[in-house]
């Protein structure tokens, strides 16, 4: 009892653990983005996820002695791959499939098995047309759940995106092998073509004089009946 007569509240020695208590501020954000995803609030509800996993984050950063209570070190790594795995399906819902991937693979390092991570990370890279990234988690999600009916459905699509662009890579190259044989081609026929040194292109290539020349190497070709026959003609056309 103080001076003041009022009974002070005895130490029980027991005292709350502030990782706890950062554990409840956690999981009640995580239940308020449950409610916006079921309302298909979307956007909200990856808000709740994201101040969710920013808490996370800041327990693992400033508290170096999480391991030694392992009830919270577990309490807190399934809440780090629950809520990410949440805020990466609001992200595939918006269609803002790069945000999800660094929270995708952070689920990875805690749980290289995680079924939804690897889904979600193969479907991501599918929509941005990264399908040999696609495969790669996919094949890893079909070993963990081989009869789950979307990861064939998706492995079809994979598949089949890859045989086309395995088809228009082998038709480009070639294309390119073609353009190269006519560039080729048509360097030699430029080649094969000579013009005389001395032909001038700026000018004709028979000057007067030479047309000259070659008229009177024709008139000296005519024969003398010939002769006779034009000027036959030059007579009756006076006539």
């Known amino acids: 009892m103080n001076m003041m007569g009022t009974q002070m509240p005895k130490d029980t020695g027991v005292r709350e653990n502030p990782l706890e208590s950062k554990i409840q501020i956690i999981q009640k954000l995580k239940e308020e983005g449950n409610g916006y995803f079921s309302k298909e609030q979307f956007q ?10 920013l808490e ?7 508290n170096a ?7 919270i070190e577990k309490n807190l790594r399934d809440l780090d ?9 609001t992200k595939i819902k918006l269609g803002e499939y790069e945000l999800l991937q660094r929270h995708a693979k952070r689920v990875l390092e805690l749980d290289p098995n995680n079924l939804k991570a690897n889904y979600n990370l193969s ?24 009869k789950n009916e979307e990861l064939i459905s ?20 070639e294309d390119d092998l073609y353009n190269k044989e006519d560039h080729l081609a048509n360097e030699n026929i430029k080649s094969s073509i000579n013009l005389p040194s001395e032909v001038d292109l700026n000018t004709n290539i028979l000057d007067k ?3 000259d020349s070659i008229h009177e190497s024709i ?18 056309e006076d006539d």
């Open 65 to 71: 002695k999480i391991n030694e209570n392992q009830n």
């Open 123 to 146: 479907l991501s890279y599918y929509m941005l047309n990264n399908f040999e990234e696609a495969k790669v988690y996919l094949d890893i999600a079909k070993k963990l759940s081989p």
């Open 44 to 53: 909200e509800a990856g808000i709740k996820y994201l101040n969710a996993i």
């Open 209 to 211: 004089t030479d047309n």
């Open 154 to 173: 998706l492995k079809k699509r994979i598949k089949n995106k890859l045989l086309s662009q395995k088809a228009n890579d082998i038709n480009s190259i």
């Open 81 to 89: 791959i629950s809520c990410r795995n949440n805020y990466s399906i």
């Open 219 to 236: 008139k000296q070709k005519i024969s003398e009946p010939d002769k006779h026959i034009l000027k036959s003609n030059n007579q009756h």
């Open 56 to 62: 996370i984050e800041s327990c693992w950063s400033a």
